[in-house]
């Protein structure tokens, strides 16, 4: 994913490939901090989702950045972005939420979301005019470090040899999400970056062949009013057709707890479960919603073949997984309270 830069010649491991100043760079805030002054300024994002508050929250300096630079800057940002990456993802429908119907604003968060570099340790974050447009690899042959003082000027070295001719590329995770398996190396870009990798390294590892499900390619409506539902491709299942395992290892906001399961719809050891969760109901699928926590902080997907729901709550707050041991029929709705 990218525009495809090449190698012109031979490099060799710690060459300098590339050097650029910003061209636009902003400082993180703290995210409660950024929170307080979202909430006060934009209170209809509480109806947009988690994820778009998160958009919101993480790269609001970044759109404050963008509207107060020159109008030739804020050209080369826009052009980094065509549109938000893929149009169906969870991550573009939070943009363009945040952008609330300005094209403008929404290319340039997308070039902040999917196009940045962070500059550590000072809490700067930069797109770049060339550097940003590097293709990504989850078998990068780039570093990206930064090198003197705020705005700093960003510096690209080849991590190995890399031949003439070779594509030249950076990784959009973190050194230990690369030591993840393919399937979930693709979740975490699909999540955080809006699209299915095919680098060679993906390729070559093959897995399960993991693809979003219909219900994570839509938007996930997060109103705070009860009993907002979902339309879903399963119907109301009988409680002795449902499994609950939880918390998930594979969610971010995963905590410590062992499975749990449940015999004629009560729920066996509670105590290993998220605190939010306090019970289920087969008609519908419901999630009952308990210890402070608003409906709105619940997020859920379902999968095309109906046979999973997994549940994330606010941070630290842990995941859910309901497995249905048998395929359910097409139709029905999926609600929360």
């Given at each position: 994913?990218g525009?495809?830069?090449?190698?012109?010649r031979?490099?060799?491991?710690?060459?300098?490939?590339h050097?650029e100043?910003?061209l636009?760079?902003w400082?993180?805030?703290?995210?409660?901090?950024?929170?307080?002054?979202?909430l006060?300024e934009?209170?209809?994002?509480l109806?947009a989702?988690?994820?778009a508050?998160a958009?919101?929250?993480?790269k609001g300096?970044?759109?404050?950045?963008?509207r107060?630079?020159?109008r030739d800057?804020?050209?080369?940002v826009i052009?980094?972005q065509s549109s938000?990456?893929?149009?169906?993802?969870?991550?573009?429908?939070a943009v363009a939420a945040?952008?609330?119907g300005?094209?403008?604003d929404?290319?340039?968060?997308?070039?902040?979301?999917?196009?940045?570099f962070?500059f550590?340790p000072d809490?700067?974050?930069?797109?770049?005019?060339?550097?940003?447009?590097?293709e990504h690899?989850?078998a990068?042959?780039l570093?990206?470090?930064?090198?003197g003082?705020?705005?700093?000027?960003?510096l690209?070295?080849?991590?190995?040899?890399i031949?003439?001719?070779e594509?030249?590329?950076?990784t959009y995770?973190q050194r230990k999400?690369l030591r993840?398996?393919v399937?979930r190396?693709r979740?975490?870009?699909?999540?955080k970056?809006?699209?299915i990798?095919?680098?060679g390294?993906?390729l070559?590892?093959?897995?399960?062949?993991w693809r979003?499900?219909?219900?994570?390619?839509?938007t996930?409506?997060g109103?705070t009013?009860?009993?907002?539902t979902?339309?879903?491709?399963a119907v109301?299942?009988q409680?002795?057709d449902?499994?609950?395992?939880?918390?998930?290892?594979?969610?971010s906001?995963?905590?410590?707890?062992?499975?749990?399961?449940?015999d004629g719809?009560?729920?066996?050891s509670?105590s290993t479960?998220?605190?939010?969760?306090?019970?289920?109901?087969a008609?519908?699928v419901?999630?009952?919603?308990?210890d402070?926590?608003?409906a709105?902080?619940?997020?859920?997907?379902?999968?095309d073949?109906?046979?999973?729901?997994?549940?994330?709550?606010?941070?630290?707050?842990?995941?859910?997984?309901?497995?249905?041991p048998?395929?359910l029929?097409?139709?029905a709705?999926?609600?929360?309270?």
């Open positions: 994913v525009r495809r830069l090449v190698a012109a031979l490099l060799r491991a710690g060459d300098v490939v050097s100043e910003p636009l760079a400082r993180r805030q703290p995210a409660e901090t950024a929170a307080q002054q979202l006060c934009r209170p209809d994002l109806s989702g988690r994820l508050m958009v919101a929250a993480q300096p970044a759109l404050a950045a963008f107060a630079a020159p800057v804020q050209e080369k052009g980094l938000c990456a893929c149009s169906t993802a969870p991550l573009a429908a945040v952008a609330a300005k094209e403008r929404a290319r340039a968060l997308g070039a902040a979301v999917l196009n940045s962070d550590e809490s700067h974050e930069a797109v770049f005019a060339v550097a940003s447009q590097l690899s989850c990068p042959n570093t990206f470090e930064a090198s003082h705020a705005p700093r000027l960003g690209w070295r080849a991590s190995r040899s031949a003439l001719g594509a030249l590329s950076v995770l999400e993840r398996l399937d190396r979740r975490l870009l699909y999540e970056q809006g699209f990798c095919q680098c390294r993906c070559a590892e093959g897995g399960d062949g979003p499900t219909g219900a994570e390619e839509g996930m409506r109103a009013a009860r009993s907002t979902w339309e879903a491709s109301p299942a409680p002795n449902l499994r609950l395992t939880g918390p998930l290892p594979t969610c906001h995963s905590t410590a707890g062992a499975a749990a399961s449940t719809g009560s729920m066996a509670v479960l998220p605190p939010w969760v306090a019970e289920w109901q008609d519908p419901k999630v009952v919603v308990r402070g926590v608003d709105a902080a619940i997020s859920a997907w379902l999968s073949d109906g046979r999973s729901l997994r549940l994330a709550g606010p941070p630290g707050g842990g995941c859910l997984h309901i497995e249905m048998r395929p029929p097409v139709g709705r999926l609600a929360r309270s």
